[in-house]
């Protein structure tokens, strides 16, 4: 472990930023499958407390989120673009969604801001969904003729491209939520496997295509990594678990130019399997561990796993009311991250998560932003944290805890 007043060793070209996603910020993508989950409030398996609406309007105000970012110090930012709006029936494609999120691409980079796409993020076409989502015949081949309608978006000025955000929870719930099994008291369900096969076929078709459309284009997927702590005589037993929940998912990324790592909190598991977050334990609003140390953990393990392969933190954050726990959070986070160079591992960037207090698959309080959103007026409210973590980008020094 590193002093915590020491100075971050990033190389040159690290990637500093905040990530979004379509749905949780653009408001009315009514046209794709959480839409019309959430007006039937959900399933069993998976209540929606409230629907996603207008979000924070980003697909209008994405304008006032760049600035913002910009101006708070950071270089990049990952969005992603919504295939609902692209292809709103199938095979018809839209060129004013296209026009929108080349806009963007633009304004990022007359920013100063380099973009990261993520072409999908948990969300699919309703007509996608319909005729059976990603185990019907011919999804992977769907998925890569939208990616190669993407090109006038992304051929030029984009760098990064994330072809499918967190295979693991979508092969879960996110491409047809309602295929979700119950949560388990502890730990994920077990992923589909048909589903988990088919968006592996879907990344390495669009991982072909979007080399087709750009070979400069740096092509990798994101993957959530849920820090898998096994107790004294429990290793088997938790890589056992760990392996179709992430592993597999990190070993089709062997040949990618990136894999980004995605993670939050850890889950221990003991001789009967995962265990529940200790009473004493302190909780996030999503109720999960408060545990910054996981992100090194994340590290350590993927590169394990995929090898040579670069890793780029993608998402990595806290839903708390308390900014003052986001900075302490993110410090500890920032420090595993340093370690983690330090002892070798090639990590090319941190991507905070989020940019914006956003929808968080089904309810507005898991508040993830560096941003505050009025729901009502949308005005955007940089909090402390926002200022303190974009300033780093240009001051590389993390003060000493709690000064
Ligand atoms: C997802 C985000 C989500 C975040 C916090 C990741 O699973 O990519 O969409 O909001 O974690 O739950």
Redesign the pocket.
Known sequence: MIPPSHALPFPDGFLWGAST?AH?IEGNNTNSDWWEFEQRGGSAAMGVAEPSGDAADSYHRWREDMDLLAGLGFTDYRFSIEWARIEPAEGQFSRAALAHYRRMVEGALERGLRPMVTLH??TVPRWFAERGGWTADGAAALFERYVTATAPVIRTGVRHVCTI??PN?AAIFGAVPESGTEAPAAGLPLPDKAVGDALIEAHHLARVAVKAISADIQVGW?V?NLSYQALPGAEELAAAYRHPREDVFLEAARGDDWIGV?S?TRTRVGPDGPLPVPDDAERTL?GWEYYPRAVGHALRHTAEIVGAVPLIVT?N?I?TGDDSRRIDYTTGALMEVAAALEDGIDVRGYLH??ALD?Y??GSYK?T?GLIAVDPHTFERTPKPSAAWLGGLGRSRMLPRAGS
């Open positions: 996603a949780q993020h948990f955000n967190e929870i994101s959530a995605q939050y999503t998402e954050g839903a998560w989020s956003n968080e698959w898991p993830f």
